[in-house]
């Protein structure tokens, strides 16, 4: 029997690689004569760049850039193709789990370390650069990364403003003499895990800027700078990113990425699936054990789990999700195509009170799996 463990990481608590090795770990107790095959998995958020030299050779590069408040941290990111491509986490330089939930202030935090980040990839002499968007603290619109790669935000006096989300509302025009020439020969690709629009109801701002810490007065605030930042974008590039699919991922930066280096808009996990050969990996699969943090309608959309069951359906393999936490049940188990779904953290108790626990409830889990494997069997 071949058994493929592929779960994303689950936030706030053990990684995708992590799960996989206690997946396996729990099933071979119990279960002699499996052909375990890990595969774990990110969408574009964090674990992308692991993931992807799990399954490619390549080299991980460690840089210095300014963090989401412009302190200096390490980041990193992969090299692969001898070289040619860069695989990078916008979530390494100015990502939400680098701060502590009384840090969290999307109109301060800025995507500078990004920036950075493309400029060493571009002096190690990448033409290809991929930019996973999950996971962001900021809410700028790309406009720190964009400012170290030599865009000038200018106010209405001609004086170059602080690329942060506070003060987008007081770009008066772009200025593109400085930016680095070497943007126009680089094909960039930004991986989402959303296709939310840059403003809106649907947008960055109202959809997630509150999970950074924005309050709804701030989220308001936070709207009508992204539609300024739009309008001047749209007058000084001609580019309109406003309501562009994936334009909302990461606070904007996806519009960002459109705007400032004619990026490519794709969803994270077709792209990483497709860079790892995962349907060749899966061929003769019996069964796909995969899951996240927590499972709802977010997860439909672009998700490690929704894009592993819309493959497995068309490969006929059953597929059993493992979830943290299990959300909109009716709709999600009506839409997810999979054969079960097991939450791991019980009814009673709230899923941050349930990690210190985590490894006994998903052992748990595991065994309900393995009781359903024997039923069929």
Known sequence: MKIIIAPDSFKNCLSADKISDLIKKFMSKK??????????????????????????????????????????????????????????????????????????????????????????????????????????????????????????????????????????SRIYTINTESVDNRIKSTKFIAAVDVMNPLTGHQGASYVYAGQKGATPEQILILEKKLKHYARIIKTALGVDIEYVPGSGAAGGLGGGMIAFLNAGIVQGIDLIMQMIEFTHRISNADLIITGEGKLDKQSLYGKVVSGICLTAQKMKIPVIVIAGKYEDWKIVTRKLLCTKIIEITPENIAIASGIDDFEQYLEQAVEKIIDLIKKDN
Do not use: W
């Open 31 to 168: 279960m002699s004569g499996i052909d375990f095959v890990k595969i774990p998995l990110a969408d574009g958020g964090e674990g992308t760049v692991e993931t992807v030299l799990n399954f490619n050779k390549g080299r991980l590069i460690r840089k210095a850039v300014s963090g989401p408040f412009g302190d200096r941290i390490i980041a990193e990111y992969a090299i692969l193709d001898g070289g040619k491509t860069a695989v990078m986490e916008m979530a390494s330089a100015c990502g939400i789990s680098l701060l502590s939930p009384s840090q969290y202030n999307p109109l301060m935090t800025t995507t500078s370390g990004l920036g950075e980040l493309i400029l060493s990839a571009l002096d190690e002499g990448c033409s290809k650069i991929i930019i996973g968007l999950g996971g962001s603290a900021t809410n700028d619109g790309g406009a720190g990364a964009a400012h170290k790669l030599g865009f000038r935000f200018l106010d209405i006096n001609g004086k170059t403003i602080v690329p942060i989300a506070e003060n987008l």
